[in-house]
T-cell receptor, first 113, second 113 residues
Framework: SAVISQKPSRDICQRGTSLTIQCQVD?????MFWYRQQPGQSLTLIATANQGSEATYESGFVIDKFPISRPNLTFSTLTVSNMSPEDSSIYLC??????????FGPGTRLTVT | GDSVTQMEGPVTLSEEAFLTINCTYT??????LFWYVQYPGEGLQLLLKATKADDKGSNKGFEATYRKETTSFHLEKGSVQVSDSAVYFCALRTGTGGFKTIFGAGTRLFVKA
Protein backbone atom coordinates (compact mmCIF):
# COMPACT_ATOMS: atom_id res chain seq x y z
CA SER A 1 0.00 0.00 0.00
CA ALA A 2 1.09 3.55 -0.69
CA VAL A 3 2.71 5.61 2.03
CA ILE A 4 1.70 9.24 1.98
CA SER A 5 3.26 12.19 3.73
CA GLN A 6 1.90 15.71 4.06
CA LYS A 7 3.53 18.98 4.95
CA PRO A 8 2.94 20.93 7.07
CA SER A 9 1.28 18.77 9.70
CA ARG A 10 -0.34 21.84 11.22
CA ASP A 11 -0.29 25.58 10.86
CA ILE A 12 -1.89 28.67 12.30
CA CYS A 13 -2.48 31.37 9.70
CA GLN A 14 -3.93 34.84 9.62
CA ARG A 15 -7.03 35.59 7.62
CA GLY A 16 -6.39 36.84 4.13
CA THR A 17 -3.21 34.81 3.67
CA SER A 18 -2.65 31.60 1.71
CA LEU A 19 -1.21 28.24 2.66
CA THR A 20 0.11 25.54 0.35
CA ILE A 21 -0.12 21.95 1.53
CA GLN A 22 2.16 19.35 -0.02
CA CYS A 23 1.35 15.70 -0.52
CA GLN A 24 4.08 13.19 -1.39
CA VAL A 25 3.48 9.54 -2.26
CA ASP A 26 6.11 6.83 -2.23
CA UNK A 27 4.89 5.29 -5.49
CA UNK A 28 3.40 6.46 -8.77
CA UNK A 29 -0.37 6.79 -8.66
CA UNK A 30 -2.89 8.02 -11.17
CA UNK A 31 -5.61 9.41 -8.97
CA MET A 32 -5.09 11.70 -5.99
CA PHE A 33 -7.78 13.34 -3.96
CA TRP A 34 -8.02 16.28 -1.60
CA TYR A 35 -10.54 16.23 1.26
CA ARG A 36 -11.55 18.49 4.08
CA GLN A 37 -12.61 17.12 7.46
CA GLN A 38 -14.11 19.33 10.10
CA PRO A 39 -13.57 18.07 13.68
CA GLY A 40 -15.95 15.23 14.39
CA GLN A 41 -17.33 15.30 10.86
CA SER A 42 -17.09 13.16 7.77
CA LEU A 43 -14.88 13.81 4.80
CA THR A 44 -15.82 16.31 2.13
CA LEU A 45 -14.15 15.87 -1.23
CA ILE A 46 -12.63 19.09 -2.54
CA ALA A 47 -11.21 17.88 -5.83
CA THR A 48 -9.70 15.03 -7.78
CA ALA A 49 -6.21 15.63 -9.16
CA ASN A 50 -4.97 13.54 -12.04
CA GLN A 51 -1.52 14.05 -13.47
CA GLY A 52 -1.46 15.92 -16.73
CA SER A 53 -4.95 17.35 -16.50
CA GLU A 54 -6.83 20.04 -14.68
CA ALA A 55 -8.21 19.11 -11.28
CA THR A 56 -11.90 18.32 -11.09
CA TYR A 57 -13.64 20.27 -8.34
CA GLU A 58 -16.71 19.26 -6.40
CA SER A 59 -19.73 21.47 -6.01
CA GLY A 60 -18.98 24.31 -3.64
CA PHE A 61 -15.24 24.36 -4.30
CA VAL A 62 -13.58 26.55 -6.92
CA ILE A 63 -10.13 26.72 -8.40
CA ASP A 64 -9.55 30.33 -7.39
CA LYS A 65 -9.99 29.40 -3.74
CA PHE A 66 -8.33 25.96 -3.81
CA PRO A 67 -5.80 25.81 -6.65
CA ILE A 68 -4.24 22.40 -7.07
CA SER A 69 -1.08 21.31 -8.82
CA ARG A 70 -0.19 17.80 -9.91
CA PRO A 71 3.19 18.02 -11.62
CA ASN A 72 3.96 14.29 -11.58
CA LEU A 73 2.65 10.92 -10.44
CA THR A 74 3.98 11.16 -6.88
CA PHE A 75 3.27 14.73 -5.80
CA SER A 76 0.46 17.24 -5.47
CA THR A 77 -0.20 20.52 -3.73
CA LEU A 78 -3.38 22.18 -2.50
CA THR A 79 -3.40 25.89 -1.79
CA VAL A 80 -6.00 27.43 0.47
CA SER A 81 -6.23 31.04 -0.71
CA ASN A 82 -7.42 34.20 0.99
CA MET A 83 -8.19 32.26 4.12
CA SER A 84 -10.98 32.98 6.57
CA PRO A 85 -11.76 31.31 9.91
CA GLU A 86 -14.28 29.11 8.09
CA ASP A 87 -11.36 27.43 6.35
CA SER A 88 -10.11 26.06 9.65
CA SER A 89 -10.18 22.31 9.19
CA ILE A 90 -8.09 19.21 8.60
CA TYR A 91 -7.02 18.79 5.00
CA LEU A 92 -6.30 15.29 3.78
CA CYS A 93 -4.81 13.95 0.62
CA UNK A 94 -5.38 10.42 -0.51
CA UNK A 95 -4.55 8.10 -3.36
CA UNK A 96 -6.55 5.34 -4.88
CA UNK A 97 -4.98 2.01 -5.66
CA UNK A 98 -6.10 -1.01 -7.58
CA UNK A 99 -9.35 -2.28 -6.17
CA UNK A 100 -10.47 1.29 -5.38
CA UNK A 101 -8.85 1.22 -1.94
CA UNK A 102 -7.92 4.65 -0.67
CA UNK A 103 -4.85 5.45 1.38
CA PHE A 104 -4.68 8.68 3.29
CA GLY A 105 -2.01 11.04 4.42
CA PRO A 106 -1.84 12.04 8.09
CA GLY A 107 -3.57 15.34 7.41
CA THR A 108 -2.79 19.02 7.80
CA ARG A 109 -4.55 20.76 10.67
CA LEU A 110 -5.18 24.37 9.68
CA THR A 111 -6.32 27.06 12.06
CA VAL A 112 -7.16 30.50 10.67
CA THR A 113 -7.26 33.39 13.09
CA GLY B 1 -27.07 10.33 -6.63
CA ASP B 2 -25.04 7.76 -4.76
CA SER B 3 -25.11 7.97 -0.98
CA VAL B 4 -24.20 6.17 2.23
CA THR B 5 -26.20 6.24 5.46
CA GLN B 6 -24.73 5.11 8.76
CA MET B 7 -26.26 4.75 12.16
CA GLU B 8 -25.68 7.76 14.34
CA GLY B 9 -23.31 7.62 17.21
CA PRO B 10 -21.80 7.66 19.57
CA VAL B 11 -22.05 3.98 20.33
CA THR B 12 -20.88 3.06 23.83
CA LEU B 13 -20.16 -0.56 24.70
CA SER B 14 -18.45 -2.48 27.44
CA GLU B 15 -15.42 -4.56 26.62
CA GLU B 16 -16.27 -7.95 25.10
CA ALA B 17 -19.69 -6.78 23.94
CA PHE B 18 -21.00 -7.49 20.45
CA LEU B 19 -20.79 -4.62 17.98
CA THR B 20 -23.00 -3.79 15.03
CA ILE B 21 -22.74 -0.54 13.11
CA ASN B 22 -25.40 -0.29 10.43
CA CYS B 23 -24.65 1.00 6.96
CA THR B 24 -26.98 1.20 3.97
CA TYR B 25 -26.28 2.62 0.56
CA THR B 26 -27.89 3.93 -2.59
CA UNK B 27 -25.99 3.50 -5.81
CA UNK B 28 -26.39 2.95 -9.50
CA UNK B 29 -24.44 0.06 -10.85
CA UNK B 30 -22.44 -2.29 -8.68
CA UNK B 31 -20.34 -0.43 -6.14
CA UNK B 32 -17.42 -1.64 -4.10
CA LEU B 33 -18.04 -1.17 -0.38
CA PHE B 34 -15.56 -0.26 2.34
CA TRP B 35 -15.18 0.36 6.03
CA TYR B 36 -12.51 2.83 7.10
CA VAL B 37 -11.43 3.50 10.66
CA GLN B 38 -9.95 6.59 12.28
CA TYR B 39 -8.32 6.01 15.65
CA PRO B 40 -7.89 9.00 17.97
CA GLY B 41 -5.20 11.32 16.65
CA GLU B 42 -4.55 9.21 13.57
CA GLY B 43 -5.43 9.30 9.89
CA LEU B 44 -8.02 7.19 8.15
CA GLN B 45 -7.11 3.67 7.28
CA LEU B 46 -8.85 0.93 5.38
CA LEU B 47 -10.41 -1.68 7.65
CA LEU B 48 -12.08 -4.01 5.17
CA LYS B 49 -13.81 -4.13 1.82
CA ALA B 50 -16.13 -6.18 -0.39
CA THR B 51 -16.44 -5.86 -4.11
CA LYS B 52 -19.51 -7.87 -5.07
CA ALA B 53 -22.76 -9.20 -3.68
CA ASP B 54 -22.44 -11.77 -0.86
CA ASP B 55 -18.73 -11.05 -0.43
CA LYS B 56 -17.61 -10.88 3.18
CA GLY B 57 -14.80 -8.55 4.10
CA SER B 58 -12.91 -9.21 7.32
CA ASN B 59 -9.98 -7.81 9.26
CA LYS B 60 -8.90 -7.58 12.93
CA GLY B 61 -12.00 -9.52 14.01
CA PHE B 62 -14.36 -7.18 12.16
CA GLU B 63 -16.64 -8.47 9.42
CA ALA B 64 -19.11 -7.01 6.95
CA THR B 65 -21.17 -8.76 4.28
CA TYR B 66 -22.22 -7.08 1.02
CA ARG B 67 -26.00 -7.52 0.88
CA LYS B 68 -27.34 -6.41 -2.45
CA GLU B 69 -30.95 -7.29 -1.67
CA THR B 70 -31.00 -4.99 1.35
CA THR B 71 -28.33 -2.57 0.04
CA SER B 72 -26.47 -2.93 3.31
CA PHE B 73 -22.93 -3.44 4.57
CA HIS B 74 -23.18 -3.64 8.35
CA LEU B 75 -19.99 -3.81 10.40
CA GLU B 76 -19.83 -6.44 13.16
CA LYS B 77 -17.39 -7.66 15.76
CA GLY B 78 -18.08 -10.39 18.23
CA SER B 79 -16.07 -9.01 21.16
CA VAL B 80 -14.86 -5.43 21.20
CA GLN B 81 -11.81 -4.17 23.03
CA VAL B 82 -10.97 -0.76 24.44
CA SER B 83 -8.49 -0.38 21.59
CA ASP B 84 -11.37 -0.52 19.08
CA SER B 85 -12.53 2.91 20.23
CA ALA B 86 -12.48 4.98 17.06
CA VAL B 87 -14.65 6.54 14.37
CA TYR B 88 -15.84 4.12 11.69
CA PHE B 89 -16.76 5.28 8.19
CA CYS B 90 -18.74 3.28 5.67
CA ALA B 91 -17.97 4.13 2.05
CA LEU B 92 -18.83 3.16 -1.49
CA ARG B 93 -17.05 3.51 -4.80
CA THR B 94 -18.68 3.23 -8.18
CA GLY B 95 -17.24 3.64 -11.61
CA THR B 96 -20.09 5.83 -12.70
CA GLY B 97 -21.03 9.41 -11.89
CA GLY B 98 -17.46 10.46 -11.34
CA PHE B 99 -14.58 8.39 -10.10
CA LYS B 100 -14.76 9.05 -6.39
CA THR B 101 -15.48 7.41 -3.07
CA ILE B 102 -18.51 8.52 -1.10
CA PHE B 103 -18.20 8.39 2.69
CA GLY B 104 -20.87 8.09 5.32
CA ALA B 105 -21.06 10.49 8.23
CA GLY B 106 -19.03 8.26 10.53
CA THR B 107 -19.97 6.49 13.76
CA ARG B 108 -17.97 7.07 16.89
CA LEU B 109 -17.44 3.99 19.07
CA PHE B 110 -16.44 4.16 22.73
CA VAL B 111 -15.50 0.92 24.46
CA LYS B 112 -15.35 0.95 28.26
CA ALA B 113 -13.11 -1.35 30.26
Amino acid sequence: SAVISQKPSRDICQRGTSLTIQCQVDSQVTMMFWYRQQPGQSLTLIATANQGSEATYESGFVIDKFPISRPNLTFSTLTVSNMSPEDSSIYLCSVEEQGYEQYFGPGTRLTVT
Amino acid sequence: GDSVTQMEGPVTLSEEAFLTINCTYTATGYPSLFWYVQYPGEGLQLLLKATKADDKGSNKGFEATYRKETTSFHLEKGSVQVSDSAVYFCALRTGTGGFKTIFGAGTRLFVKA
